[in-house]
T-cell receptor, first 108, second 113 residues
Framework: GIQVEQSPPDLILQEGANSTLRCNFSDSVNNLQWFHQNPWGQLINLFYIPSGTKQNGRLSATTVATERYSLLYISSSQTTDSGVYFCAVYSGNTPLVFGKGTRLSVIA | SQTIHQWPATLVQPVGSPLSLECTVEGTSNPNLYWYRQAAGRGLQLLFYSVGIGQISSEVPQNLSASRPQDRQFILSSKKLLLSDSGFYLC????????????FGAGSRLTVL
């Protein structure tokens, strides 16, 4: 099956810093999502991005499907950005395959 | 708009007791439904998914079962809980006709003592 690798596994940032999270996947996929899991455990969809670039406020994401990777950019990080960021991929109606996540800690 | 409800939010159960977690989706029809578990650490493990009423696919053999008695209802059950069943259980849905975005419920935290 499809393998999803995320890097780095852990990241500590000073408030205001920028960061880039990476997601590599082992096979062609139709769709990709980025999620943020907040300290209460809820998984929030950030981007549905099978290809191209999207931006939402301080967050943006780019997926290069032909090269099998996606990047999540966080600019001017805030303490509320802390949590775990997951990348998940799927094809058609198959269930999502999740990476192991990047744990981000933003320090004031 | 579509919403997903999951309950109970928190549950503490003794070993050997039964379990029932419920998930319902509003505002859509014929969704794909999923149960995930997040144990120690941060990985999400797919337990069951369903593409229609009465259609259940199991990803991992275990002490749990799932049922879909109605189009927008998905239930996770166990007859006898084990300590290893402790974890954070997340229900999710996806609309096959739309943008295929997977949306999660708020989760149910289960502690088996």
């Amino acid at each position: 099956g499809i393998q999803v690798e995320q890097s780095p596994p852990d990241l500590i940032l000073q408030e205001g810093a920028n960061s880039t999270l990476r997601c590599n996947f082992s096979d062609s996929v139709n769709n990709l999502q980025w999620f943020h899991q907040n300290p209460w455990g809820q998984l929030i969809n950030l981007f549905y991005i099978p290809s191209g670039t999207k931006q939402n406020g301080r967050l943006s994401a780019t997926t290069v499907a032909t090269e099998r990777y996606s990047l999540l950019y966080i600019s001017s990080s805030q303490t509320t950005d802390s949590g775990v960021y997951f990348c998940a991929v799927y094809s058609g109606n198959t269930p999502l395959v999740f990476g192991k996540g990047t744990r981000l800690s933003v320090i004031a | 708009s579509q919403t997903i409800h999951q309950w109970p939010a928190t549950l503490v159960q003794p070993v050997g007791s039964p379990l029932s977690l419920e998930c319902t989706v509003e505002g859509t029809s014929n969704p794909n439904l999923y149960w995930y578990r997040q144990a120690a650490g941060r990985g999400l493990q797919l337990l069951f998914y369903s593409v229609g009423i009465g259609q259940i696919s199991s990803e991992v053999p275990q002490n749990l079962s799932a049922s879909r008695p109605q189009d927008r209802q998905f239930i996770l059950s166990s007859k006898k809980l084990l300590l290893s069943d402790s974890g954070f259980y997340l229900c999710a849905w996806r609309d096959r006709r739309g943008a295929n975005v997977l949306t999660f419920g708020a989760g149910s935290r289960l502690t088996v003592l």
